[in-house]
């Protein structure tokens, strides 16, 4: 995918880019720090992020709070190696040479914190399996 001197890039993408993207997006940037270039958009992004998203996220030691939506570009996604799309349909415009994943997801919009825990817990699980495939543990 890319050479070790470069930093594989992962967009993740959702609706409102309130929730899903941005609890991938930290998760992922929390796990391997500067290893992998991580940007997350939304085809329709929200004014804010979603409080229980931010309240879930902290209890896990991850800060959120001060991230804003951001809306989806070409250019965002040119400029990744790996795009992941979390129920924005078909509004992610689509590029030969790109990897794409589609990852089947509650939106937790109108959501409590209790029902994004379990959210925040798959996506966990799916960037910890998406670390070994890209910037595995020893990797420069």
């Known amino acids: 995918m890319s050479t070790p001197a470069e930093r ?3 967009l993740f993408v959702c ?3 309130a929730g899903r993207s941005q609890m991938a997006a930290a998760y992922l940037t929390h796990l391997v720090g500067d290893r992998v270039q991580v940007r997350s958009a939304g085809s329709a992004p929200a004014d804010t992020i979603n ?4 309240e879930a996220m902290s209890e896990v030691g991850i800060d ?3 991230e804003a939506p ?3 570009t070409v250019e965002a996604v ?3 190696d790996v795009v992941i799309t979390m129920g924005c349909g078909d509004t992610c415009p689509v590029f030969p040479g790109k990897r794409y994943l589609d ?9 409590g914190v209790d029902a994004v825990r379990p959210i925040r817990d798959e996506i966990e699980k799916r960037i910890r399996g998406l670390i070994d495939e890209i910037a595995p543990a020893g990797q420069a």
Not at 103 to 111: T, V
């Open 8 to 10: 594989p890039s992962v």
């Open 15 to 17: 609706i409102h880019n």
């Open 51 to 54: 409080s229980a998203v931010v």
């Open 64 to 66: 959120i709070s001060t």
């Open 70 to 72: 951001k809306v989806l």
């Open 78 to 80: 040119q400029a990744s």
């Open 103 to 111: 990852w089947a997801l509650p939106d937790p919009a109108g959501r």
